[in-house]
């Protein structure tokens, strides 16, 4: 980039929609919630509860990631109206390794506030979904743009990305998120707007890409200011983050012959209401071999088996495993096949349990 780099210009909005829209005609993702173009063209219409499930799923992980898990969860809960009389424990289990079990919670708040109080159809504007439970601003405009063809301002990750370099915009994340809001906000229009969503979503999955632009295959290029600059990959300007805080913990492997124990988290709090090994508090000062075994849940022959490392968004951990064969009756555990016991366990647990296991299973 020079001083005498173009400045940036608002791109011809009519054009830029016509050759992003085109692109996506032939080059859009073909993902298990998701209707095509082309069916749209034939009159088929999204399922609000296909796109709401897969939305909420997204949140926090990967496309690739998610998809075997949307398609377990329609398999086995194809309608709202089955989420919603799902018991907790079989959802949350499910859930297992998608992220904050806030989320499962809210799902099932939300699938049966429309159960119970929408006749088992969600609403189709945006005020509607919005005051549904657990759905936010960004969720409701997903749903009615894709699912009722409603023009809403759906701005993800990759939307704030594809925004940020179209307009070449100077202001860092996260302040400047109202702005790329606004800017993407231009962009909508009442044509087909549930696809211009996904081709944005699209666009920036697949040719937008965070640090390795393919600006030679962007059906957009020749609209983007960051790209006229010769500096696409330095959008979005980022404020740097603040280190990671660390924090240690132990979690308790205990087995009596096949079996292993193992506990209901509160409902509240991270991993609340998750199946879990018994651990005690998470701290930043790392636990002593004496201290770990005085925190034990039950007086055992408790032996260092291992030690995990796990991230979280706001904090990393480092747990210490402990294992031990129960000696009598313990209170307050659930016995689980030993073989089975990691099927429901969130990730950090999952971790913990094949860490202590040395030769259980």
Request: proline residues 8%; charged residues 20%.
């Amino acid at each position: 980039m020079t001083d005498a780099s173009p400045p940036a210009r608002p791109p011809d909005r009519e054009a830029l929609r016509r050759s992003l829209l085109d692109w996506y005609d032939v080059h859009g993702r073909s993902l298990p919630w998701r209707i095509g173009p082309a069916e749209g063209r034939a009159g088929v219409r999204a399922d609000p509860y296909r796109v709401w499930l897969s939305e909420v799923m997204l949140q926090q992980t990967t496309t690739p990631h998610a998809a075997p898990y949307f398609i377990a969860f329609t398999r086995r809960w194809p309608t709202v109206g089955d989420l919603a009389a799902a018991a907790d424990g079989e959802v949350m289990s499910a859930w297992a390794g998608l992220g904050y079990y806030a989320r499962a919670r809210n799902l099932l708040a939300c699938a049966r506030a429309v159960a119970g109080e929408h006749g088992g159809v969600f609403p189709g504007a945006e005020a509607g979904l919005l005051a549904l439970p657990g759905v936010g601003a960004y969720t409701a405009a997903a749903v009615a743009a894709i699912a009722f063809n409603r023009p809403a301002n759906v701005v993800d990750g990759n939307v704030e990305r594809v925004a940020s370099r179209l307009f070449a915009v100077e202001a860092p994340l996260p302040a400047g998120k109202p702005e790329l809001k606004r800017l993407a906000g231009t962009l909508v229009a009442d044509d087909r707007p549930g696809d211009w969503a996904q081709a944005l979503m699209d666009l920036g999955a697949t040719i937008c890409l965070p640090k390795t632009p393919l600006c030679e295959r962007c059906p957009v290029a020749e609209f983007c200011a960051a790209h006229a600059r010769g500096d696409p990959a330095s959008f979005p300007r980022k404020t740097k983050k603040a280190e990671r805080p660390h924090r240690n913990g132990v979690a308790y492997v205990l087995s009596r012959g096949g079996e292993v124990a193992l506990v209901r988290r509160p409902p509240k709090g991270l991993l609340g209401g998750m199946l879990a090994l018994p651990t005690g508090d998470w701290r930043a000062e790392r636990f002593a071999d004496p201290e770990a075994v005085a925190a034990a849940p039950v007086v055992a022959d408790w032996r260092l088996a291992g030690e995990i490392e796990h991230v979280f968004t706001h904090f990393s951990l480092t747990l210490r495993v402990f294992r031990a064969e129960a000696a009598g009756e313990v209170e307050g555990v659930l016995w689980t096949p030993t073989a089975e016991a990691s099927d429901g366990l969130p990730s950090v647990f999952r971790k913990a349990f094949r860490a202590g296991l040395n030769g259980l299973l």
